[in-house]
């Protein structure tokens, strides 16, 4: 079965500093993709990236880089020099049967300014 | 932004009163979701549709029915509302070609308080 561990309940940082988030995903599949969303104060969940399995090259976005692992099953989510907008909630999830998602249940992030 | 709504955007009720939230897209996507979102649990997929009149049950499908007779509008029917089904609810879209998924894009949610 498909299972998306998020450790982490809530980690706070202090503003500029770096914030790695841990997602730890079991599957059967030989292929899959992983995503992670972004749910600000205001409530709305925001799509960040999605990364199939055969393409394991890290990702940067601005301050934001995934590190995929499939050795060890993670998708590791850092933000790098954080500020007070990445105070959020965010969610790493793993495609399974019929285009659905099982989703972790998630990361509180604090940035403390 | 993908265009998705849903209505109402909060709502309170009696318990054992029926209850149904609309979700409506403008992108034409294959599928549509329906979640829950309480604290400690994440999103939990309730119910989902990969077409029109098709639908299955996610993992906490009980005491929920849903309905797709258009493709851009998916219902969520609580029968018999219970003080257990308080919560935020998002619906969510996605198109999918072969095998490939393609990501989720989700409605503001509704929040359901039932008394």
């Known amino acids: 079965a498909q299972k998306v561990t998020q450790a982490q309940t809530e980690i706070s940082v202090v503003e500029k500093e770096d914030v790695t988030l841990d997602c730890v995903y079991e599957?059967?599949?030989?292929?899959?993709?992983l995503f992670w969303y972004k749910q600000p104060p205001s409530g709305e969940l925001v799509f960040l990236i999605r990364?199939?399995?055969?393409?394991?090259q890290n990702e940067i976005s601005g301050r934001y880089s995934w590190n995929f692992q499939k050795s060890t099953s993670s998708f590791n989510f850092t933000i790098t020099a954080s500020q007070v907008v990445d105070s959020a909630v965010y969610f790493c999830?793993?495609?399974?049967?019929?285009?659905?998602?099982?989703f972790g249940k998630g990361n509180q992030v604090v940035v403390i300014p | 932004d993908a265009g998705i709504t849903q209505s109402p955007r909060h709502k309170v009720t009696e318990t054992g009163t029926p209850v149904t939230l609309r979700c409506h897209q403008t992108?034409?996507?294959?599928?549509m979701y329906w979640y829950r979102q309480d604290p400690g649990h994440g999103l939990r997929l309730i119910h989902y549709?990969?077409?029109?009149?098709?639908?299955d049950k996610g993992e906490v499908s009980d005491g929920y029915s849903v309905s797709r007779s258009k493709t851009e509008d998916f219902l969520l029917t609580l029968e018999s509302a219970t003080s257990s089904q308080t919560s935020v609810y998002f619906c969510?879209?996605?198109?999918?070609?072969?095998?490939?998924?393609?990501?989720?894009?989700f409605g503001p949610g509704t929040r359901l308080t039932v008394t």
């Open positions: 969510a879209i996605s198109e999918s070609l072969g095998q490939a998924s393609y990501e989720q894009y």
């Open positions: 992108e034409n996507h294959r599928y």
């Open positions: 990364r199939n399995s055969f393409d394991e």
């Open positions: 999830a793993l495609h399974y049967g019929n285009n659905r998602l099982a």
């Open positions: 599957t059967r599949d030989t292929t899959y993709y």
């Open positions: 549709s990969y077409g029109v009149k098709d639908t």
